[in-house]
């Protein structure tokens, strides 16, 4: 599936600057181009793989390239005031090649929570493509503000999205790591997740049964319908023949190489429980959500289609929902077998309402109700995640 990769705000671009740098190391080829704009200088310049020229500036005459601070409303305003700017800065992109844009940010932040609905709505307005939000929520041991300011930009930004996929920074960390000593770890972790997911669909590999290989209208079809989606992942290295480390035959497929039946099946049928159970990219009752997408990655001998199907029956009774959809991911050079189960529609999410329910404390002891306004906070608390209220 082909992308168009938008980074809003310091979060936003760090992290398109490493789905580059992983495309690149990884030799994969998803993405059709990416931007990254702020309202701090800095933080584009730190920035190390998103082209100078696809680095972009706004609200420079207000905001004087010093960024926001957390003041999300004025990043709303400023993209607003900027946004024809900022899509034009699109134009030497070939958009037309591209399945769907990603609009990536921190929700916690200034910028990127309050300027990427403001550009989300922006592209959908001028664009026929789905545009999906990739939202990154604070952890725990962040400010009051970050709650507030995440528990908004969601509200806002899943109404504006044709589905958002969501980071929680905070099950994420590791007992007594800081969470800014943490992101780039964090960021390899949610790259390789979803690089898995929108490079799926993108193989040429000679020794591929064409009709089983996922493609993008599946990933397209399981985010349709808006709401929130989570990703699992797990994976298992296979076995090797000999000291220097090279994967089981799976170079050349040579058929002396084929793996045993019953391992290949399990290995698959095992990496879907993890995959389900284990940590998610937003922990969430899986049984909650209204669609699936199960990627089984690996190199071709080891795609066992009894385990491609097992896992989907799993997932299916695991989710409670009929509509499963599941593909192969042929990776000839590939040392592993990994499945990634893309969750879409999901509503029960405890992460959500404890920021809410955070939030809302910090507003009913703060004095400056300019800084954290309880009634809008009150507005999200009989809102549920069921996308019975998204555009889509
Ligand atoms: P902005 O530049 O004003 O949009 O603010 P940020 O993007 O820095 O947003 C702050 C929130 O994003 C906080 O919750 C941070 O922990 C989180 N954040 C900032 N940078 C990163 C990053 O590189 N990776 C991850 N996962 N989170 C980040």
């Known amino acids: 599936m082909r992308l168009v990769l938008l980074g809003i705000g310091q979060a936003g671009g760090k992290i398109v600057d490493r789905f580059l740098e992983y495309e690149r190391q990884t030799e994969q080829d998803f993405i059709e ?11 584009l310049k730190e920035l190390s793989h998103v082209p100078e020229h696809h680095r972009q500036l706004f609200g420079e005459v207000d905001a004087k390239g010093h ?44 910028t990127g929570s309050g300027a990427a609905p403001v550009l989300a709505n922006e592209l959908d307005r001028i664009y026929e493509k789905p545009v999906y939000g990739l939202g990154v929520l604070p952890a725990s041991e962040e400010e009051d503000v970050f709650a507030y300011n995440a528990v908004r930009s969601f509200r806002t930004l899943v109404n504006h999205v044709d589905n958002l996929l969501l ?3 905070d099950t994420w960390l590791k007992s007594g790591e800081e969470v800014t000593e943490a992101h780039d770890r964090l960021n390899g972790e949610l790259v390789r997740r979803l690089s898995v997911l929108f490079n799926a669909g993108e193989v040429t590999d000679e020794n591929v049964v064409a009709e089983s290989v996922i493609d993008s209208s599946e990933i397209i079809n399981t985010l349709r319908g808006g709401g929130v989606s989570t990703i699992g992942h797990a994976s298992s290295t296979l076995p090797t023949d000999d000291s220097s480390g090279f994967s089981l035959g799976n170079l050349f497929g040579s058929s002396d190489n084929e793996p045993d039946e019953i391992e290949a099946m399990n290995r698959i049928t095992t990496a879907a429980r993890k995959a389900t159970r284990g940590r998610l990219t937003l922990p969430c009752d899986v049984s909650s959500s209204q669609r699936a997408l199960v990627v089984t990655s690996g190199p071709p001998q080891w795609l066992s289609r009894k385990g491609i199907e097992q896992s989907r029956q799993w997932i299916e009774e695991e989710t409670e929902s009929m509509e499963i959809r599941g593909g192969d991911d042929p990776r000839s050079d590939s040392d592993r077998v990994s499945v990634t189960v893309l969750f879409a529609g999901v509503t029960d999410i405890p992460r959500i309402e404890q920021l809410r329910e955070r939030a809302l404390k910090a507003a009913e002891s703060s004095g400056d109700s300019d800084d954290l306004s309880e009634t ?9 995640v069921d996308g019975s209220d998204l555009k889509r």
């Open 67 to 110: 960024g926001v601070g957390a003041d999300t409303e004025f990043a709303a305003d400023l993209a607003e005031q900027d946004a024809q700017q900022l899509i034009r800065s699109l134009d030497d992109i070939p958009t037309s090649r591209a399945d769907a844009f990603l609009v990536v940010a921190g929700l916690g932040g200034g």
């Open 33 to 43: 181009g990416a931007v990254a704009f702020n309202t701090a200088r800095a933080d």
């Open 167 to 169: 980071f929680d920074n």
């Open 376 to 384: 809008e906070l009150d507005d999200f608390a009989d809102s549920s």
